[in-house]
């Protein structure tokens, strides 16, 4: 059974940072696609940023530059750095898993910033 556990979320004011955690259990964690997502109420769930199992990384445009993915085999975790954070980065951060179709999510953690 694969679990993924996310934490660091947190109210936040605008402009600071915060360092999202995703520790990945059951699974073979550096063969597999990682991925943050976010959803604000209201609105669809949309990717944020991923990495590879070779640690190839993508960005939405609303945060590059701003945003860091980053990944740590040994300890079965993933990262997601946020800095400059705006409150339209206000939303829940899902962790996303993704091996040979093999698709696991996070429950999710809230991020507020306030303006």
């Known amino acids: 059974q694969v679990e993924l556990v996310e934490s660091g979320g947190g109210l936040v004011q605008a402009g600071g940072s915060l360092r999202l955690s995703c520790a990945a259990s059951g699974t073979i964690f550096s063969s597999n696609f990682m991925a943050w997502f976010r959803q604000a109420p209201g609105k669809q769930r949309d990717l944020v940023a991923s990495i590879s199992s070779s640690g190839n990384t993508y960005y939405a445009n609303s945060v590059k530059g701003r945003f860091t993915i980053s990944r740590d085999n040994a300890k079965n975790t993933v990262y997601l750095q946020m800095n400059i954070l705006k409150p339209e980065d206000t939303a829940v951060y899902y962790c996303?898993?993704?091996?040979?179709?093999?698709?696991?999510w996070g429950q999710g953690t809230q991020v507020t910033v306030s303006s």
């Open positions: 996303y898993s993704d091996r040979s179709g093999l698709r696991y």
